[in-house]
């Protein structure tokens, strides 16, 4: 059984910072893909970021291309997502999810979802 809890979200005024985890557990993470989505209220999970676990190649999506940086810890099986410049429209739950294989952006492809964390951006 797949585990993944995220954690660093809250609340922060436009132009801030937050850190976000993702830790895994209940298997070998080794060939997966690790991504990050947001969703609010009414509309679509949205793709964010993603990386290959042992490759380490990373996509974004392109309205947070030079803001947030998505990275990995092998040993301690946790994924970051560094969000720097946040701005209002950037406030979601930010949701972490795993799958076997490469990397695709669709919510579909992705087995494996955490239970989200809220970020408020406020203006």
């Known amino acids: 059984q797949v585990q993944l809890v995220e954690s660093g979200g809250g609340l922060v005024q436009a132009g801030g910072s937050l850190r976000l985890s993702c830790a895994a557990s209940g298997r070998t993470f080794s060939g997966s893909t690790m991504g990050w989505f947001r969703q609010v209220p009414g509309k679509e999970r949205e793709f964010v970021a993603a990386t290959s676990w042992n490759i380490g190649s990373t996509y974004y999506a392109d309205s947070v291309k030079g803001r947030f940086t998505i990275s990995r810890d092998n040993a301690k099986n946790t994924v970051y997502l560094q969000m720097n410049s946040l701005k209002p429209e950037d406030t979601a739950v930010y949701y972490c999810?795993?799958?076997?294989?490469?990397?695709?952006?669709?919510?579909?492809?992705?087995?494996?979802w955490g239970q989200g964390t809220q970020v408020t951006v406020s203006s």
């Open positions: 999810a795993a799958r076997v294989g490469g990397i695709y952006y669709s919510t579909s492809s992705y087995p494996y």
